[in-house]
């Protein structure tokens, strides 16, 4: 109710503006102890997944929090759970301004954002400082990248370096190699790349886990646009380097359903409805191949009930949103959870409720 009537004027001004006001805003009001009257009540759906419990199997994606530095006000929307970043392992300004660019029509967007973000040392620090929504059994992931300005032959140093400044404060870790913002990132889903990648990750986590004592599940999140002749290659892949899960998908470069539509022509990632269909394909071709080897988080345009579940019946276990959140408000969260519960998507195990395997 309250973003019903926010929307018309957080949507008159510039995109990124918006956004930032958006999230001054929710988080006065949440260090007000108000933040929860802007969220409908979301009742409870747990389920399992890499091994973690999650009050329900609604997230929030990555990029909406990229400094970890609003985790508990966003916590106050329902979500089961929150990633946060891209973190990369020093500070760095991101893409000049404007990079955010709202179709209205196309119910769209299209960053350009760049990592933006205040470096591994600050997201630590501010995951801390906050632990309302972790006390709440929420769950935690932290999404790790590299420097723009590193050479990509020097990529694994830098998911490394974040892999063990983020270790100890993550419940799971996400490696994004499919953001089209950073100059060649998404080449490290090629065969040989990704193998170099996740070896030298699996012997990092190693290490880590025996520091710590505990076994921090690993995510990969991976574009749209791969051709689906690959994608059950990487999915292979992923399993055999023993990574946790696998979130599909990122935002695209196409652009086919936007012609003639204002700001069609901006370079970035596209995400909203035009992505709905291909990430939901994306996820049934992974499902298909997988057999329940991985579980999938599924994401890109979930923009209603009906866009989670459809989500979940191609073979996720998980769901996030971001642009869905722009457009409809923090009702989607709720909407998400209650189409879940009665499509009967989360099957019940003799263990209590589970997340479906595809
Ligand atoms: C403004 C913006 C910034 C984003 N930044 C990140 C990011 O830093 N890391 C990441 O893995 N994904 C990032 N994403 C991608 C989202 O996490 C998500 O995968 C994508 O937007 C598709 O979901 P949606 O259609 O629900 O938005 C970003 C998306 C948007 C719109």
Not at 91 to 112: D, E, S, T, Y
Not at 196 to 204: A, K
Not at 284 to 300: F, S, T
Request: aromatic letters at 4%.
């Amino acid at each position: 109710m309250l973003y019903t009537l926010a929307r018309p004027v957080l949507f008159s001004l510039d995109a990124e503006l918006a956004h930032e006001l958006t999230l001054t805003a929710l988080q006065r009001g949440h260090d007000l102890g108000i933040a929860r009257w802007v969220a409908k009540h979301v009742s409870p759906l747990p389920v399992s997944v890499m091994g973690l419990n999650f009050p329900n199997p609604v997230g929030l994606a990555a990029g909406l929090d990229k400094t970890a530095a609003h985790i508990d006000a966003l916590g106050s929307l329902g979500f089961g759970f929150i990633e946060a970043g891209t973190v990369t392992p020093r500070p760095q300004p991101g893409h000049a301004k404007p990079r955010m660019f709202r179709l209205v029509q196309a119910q769209a967007l299209i960053n350009r954002m760049g990592f933006n973000n205040q470096g591994a040392d600050q997201f630590v620090d501010n995951v801390h400082q906050q632990r309302a929504f972790r006390d709440r059994g929420g769950i935690l992931g932290l999404n790790i990248g590299k420097n723009g300005d590193t050479p990509i032959e020097r990529a694994l140093e830098d998911y490394r370096t974040c892999l063990r400044r983020v270790y100890d404060a993550a419940d799971y870790v996400a490696v994004n190699v499919s953001s089209p913002n950073t100059k060649e990132l998404r080449s490290l889903q090629s065969a040989r790349q990704l193998d170099g990648l996740l070896t030298g990750l699996t012997d990092e986590r190693k290490r880590l886990e025996d520091r710590h004592e505990k076994r921090v599940p690993i995510a990969v999140k991976i574009a749209p646009d791969l051709a689906d002749e690959s994608i059950p290659e990487i999915a292979d892949q992923l399993v055999e380097h023993e990574m946790d899960a696998v979130i599909a998908t990122n935002t695209t470069l196409a652009r086919d359903q936007l012609r003639g539509q204002k700001y069609a022509d901006e370079s970035g990632g596209l995400s909203g409805k035009p992505l709905t269909e291909r990430a939901t394909q994306v996820v049934h071709l992974l499902a298909r191949h997988l057999r329940g080897a991985l579980p999938i988080i599924g994401v890109g345009g979930i923009m209603s009930g009906v866009d989670a579940v459809e989500k979940m019946q191609a073979g996720a276990s998980l769901v996030q949103l971001y642009t869905g959140l722009i457009y409809s408000g923090p009702q989607l969260v709720a909407e998400c959870v209650e189409a879940i519960r009665k499509s009967e998507c989360v099957a019940l195990s003799p263990r209590g409720p589970t997340s479906q395997r595809a």
